[in-house]
């Protein structure tokens, strides 16, 4: 069974640092790009940053630049995103996605985790 499963979200103050992980299970996510998107109310779902595998190339939007870092540990089937100088436009529910073109199958693998709550605010 394929899972996706985020931690770490909560509260923090403008300013502060979070850091979500996201255990994977149920697949090879060594195989997959890793990236995690979020969603405020209101609006659509958005790609905050994505790494690359096995390169480990990232990418991100460009209102998280130089604020947060994505990383991956294939050993232990985790990917990080390492949140800092957390403004109060970062709240949203953030989440872990999983995406890979099966040539095989000729197949798009996407999964995604339920997702994780961040709150930026005094």
């Known amino acids: 069974q394929v899972q996706l499963v985020e931690s770490g979200g909560g509260l923090v103050q403008p300013g502060g640092s979070l850091t979500l992980s996201c255990a994977a299970s149920g697949f090879t996510p060594s195989l997959y790009a890793m990236s995690w998107y979020r969603q405020a109310p209101g609006n659509e779902r958005e790609l905050v940053a994505g790494i690359t595998s096995p390169t480990g190339s990232t990418n991100y939007a460009d209102d998280v630049k130089g604020r947060f870092i994505i990383s991956r540990d294939n050993a232990k089937n985790m990917v990080y995103l390492q949140m800092n100088s957390l403004k109060p436009e970062d709240t949203a529910v953030y989440y872990c996605?999983?995406?890979?073109?099966?040539?095989?199958?000729?197949?798009?693998?996407?999964?995604w985790g339920q997702g994780t709550r961040v709150t930026v605010s005094s």
């Open positions: 996605n999983a995406k890979r073109y099966d040539i095989i199958a000729a197949t798009l693998r996407d999964y």
